[in-house]
């Protein structure tokens, strides 16, 4: 099946450093990838799509300039928390699809925890 | 744009019993309709999907009803298993938005040994 490997898993900095998660389709071309953020106990918040080539489309409320995406192939795309404070602790996910209608395969996940 | 309603928020069950989660949309352009599994600390997991030209599908203890007419659809789980336990969300994806999905708000499920 359609595997998603995300990486790092967890990761703890200082506040004012910034953070690269990664996202990769091991065995499928991702022409689409999303990047949620999931907050304790409830569903996951929309950040960004981004198709690979073109620039990451942001939803209302998240900073591009904060959360930097980058879809440079058909299998990574990065996300990069720039200058990262507490308030931008939470779980991190990412998740991509293929061409033709296919579902959405997520990865693991990144729990950020900014000190 | 979608809204999709999911309930219930928690939901318990005794060991072999089944489980019902329902959702509901509101855009008739949406047209495909997943539901995921999330253990926790882990990202969800595809579990089954149905498309709107199908009522229902079926995989092992798992099925899922679709009602175009009355915009809902439902997961159903039948001789639930301890394992079965974890956050189940719906989502909805309406052909006119390309790839965005929406979201139910997640059902936690906890099946009791």
């Known amino acids: 099946g359609a595997v998603v490997s995300q990486h790092p898993s967890r990761v703890i900095c200082k506040s004012g450093t910034s953070v690269k998660i990664e996202c990769r389709s091991l065995?499928?071309?991702?022409?689409?990838m999303f990047w949620y953020r999931q907050f304790p106990k409830q569903s996951l918040m929309l950040m960004a799509t981004?198709?690979?080539?073109?620039?990451?489309?942001?939803e209302q409320g998240v900073e591009k300039d904060k959360f930097l995406i980058n879809h440079a192939s058909l299998t990574l795309s990065t996300l990069t928390v720039t200058s990262a404070h507490p308030e931008d602790s939470s779980f991190y996910i990412c998740s991509a699809r293929g061409q033709g209608g296919q579902p959405q395969h997520f990865g693991d996940g990144t729990r950020l925890s900014i000190l | 744009g979608e809204n999709v309603e999911q309930h219930p928020s928690t939901l318990s069950v005794q060991e072999g019993d089944s489980a019902v989660i329902k959702c509901t949309y509101s855009?008739?352009?949406?047209?495909?309709f997943p539901w995921y599994k999330q253990e926790l600390g882990k990202g969800p997991q595809l579990i089954i999907d149905i498309r709107s030209n199908v009522g229902e599908k079926k995989d092992q203890r798992i099925a899922v009803t679709l009602n175009k007419t009355a915009k809902h659809f439902s997961l159903h789980i039948t001789e639930t298993q301890p394992e079965d336990s974890a956050v189940y969300f719906c989502?909805?994806?309406?052909?006119?938005?390309?790839?965005?999905?929406?979201f139910g708000t997640g059902t936690s499920l906890t099946v009791i040994p």
């Open positions: 981004s198709n690979e080539g073109s620039k990451a489309t942001y």
């Open positions: 065995d499928f071309q991702a022409t689409t």
């Open positions: 855009d008739s352009a949406s047209n495909y």
């Open positions: 989502a909805a994806n309406p052909r006119n938005t390309g790839n965005q999905f929406y």
